[in-house]
């Protein structure tokens, strides 16, 4: 009964569906109830080091119920996202409402469309990959999957890593340079893919070009259907959704870089090269992705399988916390920059 607590990531499409539903000011219930409602929960709640045993890790890694609490997202964010659509291109909305559900469903696509993507994008079966990717489609971020594949985790806690965030470099400053370097990198691993086989950018095996006109093709979709407005809202939307990755990004890696060898490479990726949390909301409605070290560490294993790392640097908050933090630089450079190891800010 307790593996049913995942039940609780359907929490967000649900309070999105209501502010879609009803309007006014439930548009901006989703904010609220992540930025608000959830980091209240953390602090109230105890945190949760507990690790699965052999037998547990046996039976969690062959039960279904994990993997379906994961498909069943791809309804949920298409179908709001539609009725969404539907609504700001049919019904005369205030600035605040349209800005309201910008949020919600730019949250909704961050939270349950980009994260559980980010997880399916690790399975090695191709039709849940197939389900990643067409969940990274409404945020325009299609090309995470390579970048954050065969990329982020080779180079992650290193300079050559976009997704890895300076010290004492700002969120609004990572959000530009993360989304443009993570951009460029992708069509460069891209080219190198395609160089080993002899094949150029016009191979139908370049999966950047499909992706650049599986998203136009969706624009032009939406476009059609519900006009300039919904054109400039699914824009809207994307941006809001790819935003709120990054952010995770930012928190998730923070200061923490990994030593260079005398050799010239870097040190192998351990579980110290990413911020872990405990916090059980956390944890929970966004399936597992706080115990980021072990992800890292070993990063096929399945999100019911993470564990607790001792020795990985642990956050003082839950993610959503620490993500709100982060939008007040001055705030979270004085909580966190005490916590980077002396020796990774010189690395």
């Given amino acids: 009964m307790k593996d049913l607590k995942y039940l609780a990531a359907f929490s967000i499409p649900v309070v999105a569906f209501i502010g ?22 953390e602090h109230l709640l105890r945190l949760d080091t507990a690790n699965l045993d052999d037998s547990e890790v046996a039976n ?12 069943v997202n791809l309804p949920l964010v298409y179908g709001i996202l539609i009725y969404a659509l539907i609504i700001v291109s049919t019904q005369d909305l205030t600035v605040y409402e349209i800005i309201g559900l910008i949020l919600t469903i730019g949250m909704l696509l961050g939270a349950n469309g980009i994260n559980v993507a980010h997880e399916l994008g690790h399975r ?24 954050h594949n065969f990329g982020h985790h080779l180079h992650a806690a290193t300079p050559e890593d976009p997704a890895t965030a300076r010290y004492n470099q700002s969120v609004y400053s990572f959000w530009f340079t993360s989304t443009v370097r993570q951009y460029i990198n992708a069509w460069r691993i891209q080219k190198n893919l395609l160089d080993n086989y002899n094949l150029t950018v ?19 979709i939406v ?8 054109l400039v809202f699914a824009v809207s939307v994307a941006v809001v959704g790819f935003l709120l990755l990054e952010t995770v990004n930012y928190i998730e890696h923070y200061g923490l870089l990994r030593l260079k060898l005398p050799s010239g490479r870097y040190e192998r990726v351990k579980e110290i ?3 872990n949390s405990n916090h059980i909301i956390g944890r929970i409605v966004l399936y597992e992705l706080t115990r980021h070290s072990d992800h890292h560490y070993k990063s096929s294993k399945k999100y019911q399988l993470l564990d607790c790392h001792e020795d990985s640097p642990q956050m003082p908050f839950g993610y959503p916390t620490s993500m709100l933090f982060s939008l007040f630089p001055p705030l979270w450079f004085k909580i966190m920059n005490k916590r980077v190891p002396s020796e990774m800010i010189s690395a």
Avoid: C
């Avoid at 990274?136 to 999957?145: A, G, K, R």
């Avoid at 476009?223 to 919904?230: H, K, M, T, V």
């Fill in 60 to 71: 969690k890694s062959k039960n279904k119920f994990f993997d379906w609490l994961l498909y």
């Fill in 20 to 41: 879609v539903y009803f309007q006014g000011y439930f548009v901006f219930l989703t904010p609220i109830f992540l930025f608000g409602f959830l980091p209240f929960l």
């Fill in 273 to 275: 090269h990413s911020w």
């Fill in 202 to 220: 016009f191979s139908f095996r370049n999966d950047m070009l499909w992706y650049l006109i599986l998203q136009m093709a969706y624009l032009g």
């Fill in 124 to 147: 090695q079966a191709s039709k849940e990959r197939f389900l990643g990717k067409a969940l990274l489609l409404p945020s325009l971020y299609m090309h995470f999957y390579i970048e």
């Fill in 223 to 230: 476009f059609a259907f519900f006009g300039i407005l919904g």
